[in-house]
């Protein structure tokens, strides 16, 4: 992420491409990794494709912005996995990604309607959220697990 001299901040990626398939690349280094053509649309399948980086996008987004609520509510919370599945659709004939859901599991003992409170906010907060909604249902599901409840975050 680059200062834009704005008062915002610029990301890069670049995709190159050839056939059914590339690398997308950030800037930063961080990010590289293949993209192909869907199998369900044609294509050979064998990367990473638009939608699977809007979820990725998505989720990583609004874990930021919900970590920065409960830092700032001190809300005591030990882990976060957001789970977001984005649907491709055809609309008056064309692809459209038609919705978008996130689960959110959180450890934490905190109360659970905190947790749910700080979770709505990250998603009004959340710049991706903000692109998206105009066109894009995000429908947000939290689930708060209690700290040495035994249950592992990853069968929720």
Same mark, same amino acid.
């Given at each position: *992420?680059?200062?834009?001299g704005?008062?915002?901040?610029q990301?890069?990626?670049?995709?190159?491409?050839?056939?059914?398939? +590339?690398?997308?690349?950030?800037?930063?280094?961080?990010?590289?990794?293949?993209?192909?053509?869907? /199998?369900?649309?044609?294509?050979?399948?064998?990367?990473?494709? =638009?939608?699977?980086?809007?979820? !990725?996008?998505?989720?990583?987004c609004?874990?930021s912005?919900?970590?920065?609520?409960?830092? !700032?509510? !001190? &809300? =005591?919370?030990? $882990?976060?996995?957001?789970?977001?599945?984005?649907? &491709? +659709?055809?609309?008056?004939?064309?692809?459209?990604?038609?919705?978008?859901? *996130?689960?959110?599991?959180?450890? $934490?003992?905190?109360? $659970?309607?905190?947790?749910?409170? !700080?979770?709505?906010?990250?998603?009004?907060?959340? =710049? /991706?959220?903000?692109? &998206?909604?105009p066109?894009? =249902?995000?429908?947000?599901?939290?689930?708060?697990?209690?700290?040495?409840? +035994?249950k592992?975050?990853?069968?929720?």
């Amino acid at each position: *992420m680059q200062n834009s001299g704005s008062g915002g901040l610029q990301a890069e990626a670049t995709v190159e491409w050839s056939g059914w398939g +590339g690398r997308v690349r950030g800037a930063g280094g961080e990010l590289d990794v293949a993209t192909a053509s869907q /199998v369900e649309l044609g294509g050979p399948g064998g990367g990473t494709n =638009p939608e699977e980086l809007l979820a !990725a996008t998505l989720a990583n987004c609004f874990s930021s912005e919900f970590n920065a609520v409960v830092r !700032a509510r !001190a &809300l =005591p919370v030990s $882990s976060v996995r957001t789970r977001v599945r984005t649907t &491709l +659709g055809v609309v008056d004939g064309r692809h459209r990604i038609v919705a978008a859901a *996130m689960d959110i599991v959180v450890t $934490s003992t905190a109360p $659970s309607i905190d947790v749910e409170a !700080a979770a709505r906010s990250a998603a009004d907060d959340c =710049p /991706v959220c903000a692109v &998206l909604r105009p066109t894009v =249902p995000v429908v947000v599901s939290v689930y708060v697990v209690e700290e040495g409840e +035994g249950k592992d975050i990853h069968e929720l």
